[in-house]
């Protein structure tokens, strides 16, 4: 949980010191971007108990949208994925054990503003705000099935930062570290609850929509 919190703090830092100082007036390409992406997450839950926990990888896909806006160094993303979040715990509730593992597919939505600096080539990128998820599908190994369930949409926190290249003429790619932090709760039960904690990597491929 640790490292996660590090990861957390210093990409919310960076990216938010992105998304609220104007960069440069040419700082990205013009016109607005459409793709799609796909990366990976590690997911700590973060219970409200002491518990031991570890995280558990999942996978993202989807496609996005980075809006143009009168401000060339401003934009806004828009972005529906496929998210698996999960982890493990280990502990007792109520003098019962409290141990097994969950996953849960969901539909994140994230809509964020995003800065930009053109060094080059290269677009150095930030983006912070708000996301929403909905659970798609739930897993929990039997032990943890007695104990809790998952809330059907929960909300967070997401932060980013990365770089934009040129592929060709048409096609753009980025990659970003991001995290999450949730803002509720995830999961509940009798006397417990948990929240999730991502730290993840994304790669996306975009066209610019032509003015």
């Known amino acids: 949980m640790k490292t996660i919190w590090i990861r957390l703090t ?10 609220v100082v104007p960069l440069s007036s040419t700082a990205q390409v013009p016109g607005s971007v459409v793709g799609v992406v796909a990366g990976w997450v590690t997911n ?8 031991e926990t570890e995280a558990v990888g999942g996978g993202q896909l989807g496609g996005f949208v980075n809006a143009a ?25 109520s003098g019962d054990p409290l141990v097994g593992e969950t996953r849960t597919d969901y539909l994140t939505v994230g809509v964020q503003p995003r800065t930009a600096l053109r060094i080059g080539q290269l677009e150095v990128f930030g983006v912070a705000g708000p996301m929403l998820e909905v659970v ?6 039997s032990e943890l099935a007695v104990a809790v369930q998952e809330v059907g949409t929960a909300y967070g926190v997401g932060a980013g930062v990365g770089v934009a290249v040129p592929i060709n003429a048409s096609l753009f790619a980025e990659i970003e570290a991001r995290l999450f932090e949730g803002l509720g709760d995830a999961y509940t039960g009798n006397f417990v609850s948990a929240k999730n904690r991502s730290f993840g990597v994304v790669v996306r491929i975009g066209r610019p929509l032509r003015r």
């Open 10 to 19: 210093t990409v919310l830092v960076v990216a938010g010191g992105m998304t």
């Open 44 to 51: 700590e839950q973060v219970w409200r108990s002491e518990y």
């Open 69 to 93: 806006t009168p401000l060339s160094w401003f934009r806004v993303r828009a972005e529906f994925l496929w998210t698996q979040r999960g982890g493990s715990v280990t502990g007792q509730i």
């Open 136 to 141: 798609l599908r739930n897993r929990f190994t």
